[in-house]
């Protein structure tokens, strides 16, 4: 009944080597769905594939060009307009894009920044038109990483045809500082289906409480996405498996979610439907009257698995929600190993929806160097180990056994706290630019 690391190994390797890139609403993400359904199965559980409408997004082709220094390497950035179209002007340096840093008016500039698009930073950058923008990759000998700008970002605010380049590249082109650049984009979006992977088991004694257990499998767009994130998913498949097994007192909910690369697109899809059917449900007043709950109301906790697989790194978790969470990771491995640095702030994967929502969240991971090849092409099979995800899986089984599964009283309040809260509202506002409650009006 122990977590076996080798069978999450070996589905790692299938998602990662045979499958591949699993970009949200493509066909990779939907071979990755599919067979982690069968992986649900293998395990004795009966899994449904829940689809959910994405913006699917793809970069044709790139372009980086220097008058008198030819062309450059670079990938697009998939918030760069859709179709075929370049920017051209004299590259000026922005440092990091903050809007102290970029002048006033960056017409016929191409815009060159060290760092990441922030939502602050892109809203500045856009106010001032530039003819199109160059980001260089703040960390030394990675590839280029895919980051995104969210549709959502770019329909309030407009976009230019945008590359990224690794640090290096970043060097040569500071040395290009008022000559001509060209920046050639061609992009193409349309609208499809993704799929959350969900498995459920009902609790022998308190079916009315539910466990979330959750990972996403989607990757970016065309890289491996190894430990970041086949590996969590992996991961949540096999505690599946120990959990059936070993048997619950509580109703327990297993998700590989999709989309959260682009945005926590297939969490906040589920979310969302809950809190719907949950507004509706509750306009009923002798619905209030009877007692009755929601399902909504049975959630009690979700516990999120992310950036699995290292073995030379550290165990570290973050909760939102009661002290008792953090408390109980710090009792645990003091007891038991290993040691956990334990965060109480929020975890930015598909933990947030549900703690926006108001049920607490508890996020691990492993983190070491390792995890700087994180969306990039780098984060490759051969980087995730056994071993790494035997240490993760054993804590994490310890702990649902312990405080979830086989516990008479559920140990932890479905509180969020006014600190933690005003932490949730400033990543959403700041970092998603999205809320849980649109269309949920009364």
């Not at 979830?404 to 949730?424: C, G, Q, W, Y």
């Amino acid at each position: 009944m122990a977590f076996r690391a080798g069978n999450a190994f070996r589905d790692v390797q299938v998602l990662t080597k045979e499958i591949g890139p699993r970009f949200a609403g493509t066909e990779g993400e939907k071979r990755g769905a599919e067979y982690l359904a069968e992986a649900f199965r293998r395990g004795g559980l009966e899994p449904v594939l829940e689809p959910f409408p994405i913006l699917s997004r793809r970069i044709i082709h790139q372009k980086l060009e220097v008058d008198g220094l030819g062309q450059f390497p670079c990938i697009g950035n998939l918030g760069s307009p859709a179709g075929l179209n370049t920017g051209v002007g004299e590259l000026t340096f922005g440092e990091t894009g903050q809007e102290c840093d970029i002048g006033k008016d960056l017409a016929d500039k191409v815009l060159l920044i060290f760092g990441e698009l922030g939502l602050q930073q892109y809203r500045a950058q856009m106010s001032r038109k530039p003819a199109a923008m160059v980001v260089v990759e703040s960390q030394l000998h990675l590839h280029p990483r895919r980051h995104y700008v969210r549709p959502e970002v770019v329909q309030r605010y407009g976009s230019v045809p945008m590359v990224r380049v690794d640090f290096e590249t970043g060097r040569r082109l500071m040395e290009a500082r008022g000559r001509r650049a060209k920046v050639t984009v061609e992009a193409q979006s349309e609208e499809a289906q993704a799929y959350n992977v969900r498995a459920d088991i009902e609790g022998s004694e308190r079916a009315d409480e539910i466990i979330v257990v959750c990972g996403h499998y989607d990757s970016v767009h065309e890289g491996p996405g190894t430990l970041d994130n086949a590996a969590g998913a992996a991961m949540v498949v096999e505690v599946a498996r120990h959990v059936k097994e070993s048997g619950t007192a509580r109703s327990m909910r297993f998700y590989a979610f999709s989309g959260e690369e682009q945005g926590l697109y297939g969490s906040i899809h589920t979310v969302r439907e809950l809190r719907k059917a949950d507004k509706e449900a509750k306009k009923d007043k002798e619905f209030v009257n009877r007692g009755g709950q929601t399902e909504w109301d049975m959630h009690r906790l979700c516990v999120n698995l992310d950036l699995q697989g290292s073995l030379l790194a550290n165990s570290a978790a973050w909760y939102t929600g009661p002290a008792d969470l953090g408390a109980s990771i710090r009792l645990m491995a003091a007891e038991t190993g290993p040691y956990h640095v334990v965060h109480d702030d929020v975890y930015s994967s598909d933990n947030a929806p549900y703690s926006d929502g108001g049920v607490p969240a508890l996020s691990f991971a492993r983190t070491g160097p390792l995890l700087y090849y994180g969306h990039t092409d780098e984060d490759r099979f051969e980087h995730c180990e056994e071993e790494g995800l035997q240490i993760a899986g054993d804590f994490i089984s310890r702990w649902l056994d312990r405080y979830v599964t086989r516990a008479l009283m559920f140990p932890f309040d479905r509180e969020i706290s006014p600190e933690h809260r005003a932490k949730l509202d400033k990543y959403f506002k700041d970092r998603l630019l999205a809320r849980l409650d649109e269309g949920l009006e009364d």
